[in-house]
């Protein structure tokens, strides 16, 4: 059974702190996708790494992809308040199903 | 502007009263998906279509169906609609695969079957 696995669950940080969120899974995939929700929205599309070794950057966000280590990671720099939402990572098979990881709710306080 | 409008966005029902969730898109997305939203559970995809007239099932399809008549739309059809169906749903759409586009998410459907 393929299973996507984020840790934390939860992160409670403080303002310029940095921390990292872990994505694995237990399948091959050569794409996969980290998404932004705010209580209450919708999802929103931070990064696309689409092979091995991809790194994108946005503001204070920086996503890779390890595919041989089955791996993703969402590293925060300098974390500030408009950062607390929940983080999902999302593997795409194959088959064009995508499974998501239950989600790292983060909270940045002060 | 470019968007994925489901409707009805709040739904208050009843058990084995059927009832239709529209979503349209309006990019010319080939691929459009519904998924789930439980907590604890995180999103769990239902259903997934590539393109019109092709769908297929994805991890929680038991009591749902769909249908892919025309590229823009890719309703939701509870036949029977039962307590344990209460739950966030989110239709999404996207380019075909190997564009590398990430999905787009429509604002949510909250459903309560009561």
């Known amino acids: 059974e393929l299973k996507v696995e984020q840790n934390p669950l939860f992160l409670s940080m403080q303002e310029g702190k940095n921390y990292t969120i872990y994505c694995n899974y237990s399948t091959t995939s050569d794409r996969l996708y980290w998404y932004r929700q705010d209580p209450g929205k919708s999802l929103e599309s931070l990064f696309v790494?689409?092979?091995?070794?991809a790194v994108k950057q946005e503001g204070r966000l920086m996503a890779s992809l390890d595919t041989k280590a089955r791996l993703s990671t969402l590293h925060i720099t300098a974390a500030v308040h408009d950062l607390s939402a929940t983080y999902f990572c999302?593997?795409?098979?194959?088959?064009?199903?995508?499974?998501f990881g239950t989600g790292t709710r983060l909270q940045v306080f002060p | 502007e470019a968007q994925v409008t489901q409707n009805p966005r709040y739904l208050i029902t009843v058990t084995g009263k059927k009832l239709t969730v529209t979503c349209s898109q309006n990019?010319?997305?080939?691929?459009m998906s519904w998924y789930r939203q439980d907590p604890g559970l995180g999103l769990r995809q239902i259903y997934y279509?590539?393109?019109?007239?092709?769908?297929d099932k994805g991890d929680v399809p038991e009591g749902y169906k769909v249908s892919r008549k025309e590229k823009r739309n890719f309703p939701l059809i509870l036949e029977s609609p039962s307590p344990n169906q209460t739950s966030l749903y989110f239709c999404?759409?996207?380019?075909?695969?190997?564009?590398?586009?990430?999905?787009?998410f429509g604002d949510g459907t909250r459903l309560s079957i009561l």
């Open positions: 999302a593997v795409v098979l194959n088959t064009d199903k995508l499974i």
């Open positions: 999404a759409s996207s380019l075909w695969r190997g564009s590398g586009q990430p999905q787009h």
């Open positions: 790494l689409l092979s091995n070794g």
């Open positions: 279509s590539m393109n019109v007239e092709v769908t």
């Open positions: 990019m010319n997305h080939e691929y």
